[in-house]
């Protein structure tokens, strides 16, 4: 690409979720370091890391940070990287709906790269409008549902699709105070 520093994180899968895939952030953080990434900090311990590189492809990067983490924690995990500016431009573009009922759950679903938001979408099935609305700009998908018919949902059931190998998830809260200032210290 052109060679100039890019902001980007990083937004590893199940990890330190149930006991399992215990990554510890200090280690993750200094592995990124190690690895030549510069600015690097994580935000809480769902695997949420920042980092500035040199502006390189997406997938690239991706097998980048999943090869450290395969090197340091002996994890072979699904982790999508987008740039800080692209998260915030799929925030901007967020519907309306999403995250503004305090009855439902709101999710953001993070595609990882090569695979497509109209893909992933696609391969769960069209949602149930009566239980759930979902639209998607960019690599991030927006999702709403309410916790009272949640169990309904046709996304609920991603889990069990080809699709789930391609997304990683984090509620509405999550991923917008990832672009608070001061979200990326740690």
Not at 42 to 53: H, K, L, P, Q, R
Request: proline share 4%; aromatic share 8%.
């Amino acid at each position: 690409m052109n060679g100039s520093k890019i902001k980007y994180i990083a937004l590893l899968r199940g990890v330190n979720v149930g006991g399992k895939n215990k990554v510890s952030m200090p280690e993750l953080k200094a592995a990124f370091e190690n690895a030549g990434f510069t600015e690097v900090s994580t935000y809480i311990n769902s695997g949420n890391v920042f980092f500035s590189c040199e502006e390189k492809e997406i997938t690239d990067l991706q097998q980048q940070c999943r090869q450290v983490v395969l090197d340091t924690f002996s994890l072979e995990i699904p982790i999508a990287v987008l740039s800080v500016n692209a998260l915030a431009d799929a925030l901007n573009h967020a519907p309306e709906w999403w995250d503004r009922d305090a009855d439902s759950k709101h999710n953001a679903i993070v595609v990882i790269a090569p695979a497509k938001a109209d893909a992933v979408i696609k391969t769960v099935g069209e949602a149930k409008p009566e239980y759930e609305k979902v639209a998607y700009h960019g690599q991030v998908i927006f999702w709403s549902a309410p916790i009272k018919t949640f169990s309904r949902t046709r996304w609920l059931k991603v889990v069990s699709t080809s699709a789930y190998g391609n997304i990683t998830i984090r509620n509405a809260n999550t991923i917008k105070k990832l672009l608070q200032p001061g979200s990326d210290k740690g």
